[in-house]
C-alpha cells in the first residue's frame, strides 16, 4: 500500500506553513530586490558624503575619488532632469556617495600614515638626544645663608 500526505496526521498542515513560509520569503525578497530608492534621498546622502570627504581634506589626499564622486553627482542630477534617465538618477547617486566614501577613507588613511610618520620622527629624535651624552654637570652654586650680613658702617652702642 502506498502511503500519502493525506493520510498522514499533522503532515497536510506542516507542508502547507512551510509552502506559506517559502512564498512569503520570494516576496519579501523580491520587494527589496525590486524596491525603489527615494532619488531626494540618495542626492543628500552623495551631497553629505561629499562635504565630509572635502572637509577630510579628500582633494589633497584622494583627488581621483572625490573628482569622480563630484562627476557622478553631476551626472545624477543630470538624470533627475531627464524623463528616459531619470529611473537611472539614484543609482548615479549611489554611486556618487560610494566614490565619494571611498575617497573619506582614503582621505583619512593618508591623514593618519602622516601623523605616524611624524610620530615616528619624533620618537627618533628622542632616541637619538638620548644615545648622545650628556653634558658635564657644572658644580653647584655656594650656598647662600639666611642670616642677614653685618653691616660693617653700623656702630654699637655701649652702655657704661
Not at 527615494?38 to 575619488?65: C, I, K, N
Not at 554611486?95 to 619624533?122: I, M, N, P, W
Request: hydrophobic share 45%; charged share 15%; aromatic share 4%.
Amino acid at each position: 500500500m502506498n502511503l500519502s500526505f493525506a493520510h498522514l496526521p499533522g503532515r497536510p498542515n506542516a507542508l502547507r506553513a512551510a509552502v506559506a513560509a517559502i512564498l512569503l520569503c520570494i516576496t519579501f525578497a523580491a520587494q527589496t530586490a525590486f524596491a525603489q530608492v527615494d532619488p531626494l534621498q540618495a542626492f543628500q546622502a552623495a551631497q553629505q558624503a561629499v562635504a565630509r570627504a572635502t572637509d577630510a581634506d579628500a582633494d589633497q589626499y584622494s583627488p581621483d575619488w572625490i573628482g569622480k564622486a563630484r562627476d557622478s553627482l553631476s551626472q545624477a542630477q543630470a538624470a533627475a532632469g531627464d524623463k528616459k534617465l531619470y529611473r537611472q538618477a539614484p543609482q548615479l547617486a549611489q554611486r556618487a556617495q560610494a566614490e565619494a566614501e571611498l575617497a573619506l577613507v582614503q582621505s583619512q588613511a593618508a591623514v593618519a600614515k602622516a601623523r605616524l610618520l611624524q610620530t615616528q620622527g619624533d620618537a627618533q629624535a628622542l632616541q637619538r638626544q638620548l644615545d648622545t651624552p650628556l653634558p658635564p654637570l657644572s658644580p653647584p652654586p655656594a650656598p647662600v645663608s639666611s642670616a642677614a650680613p653685618a653691616d660693617a658702617g653700623s656702630t654699637t652702642e655701649v652702655s657704661p
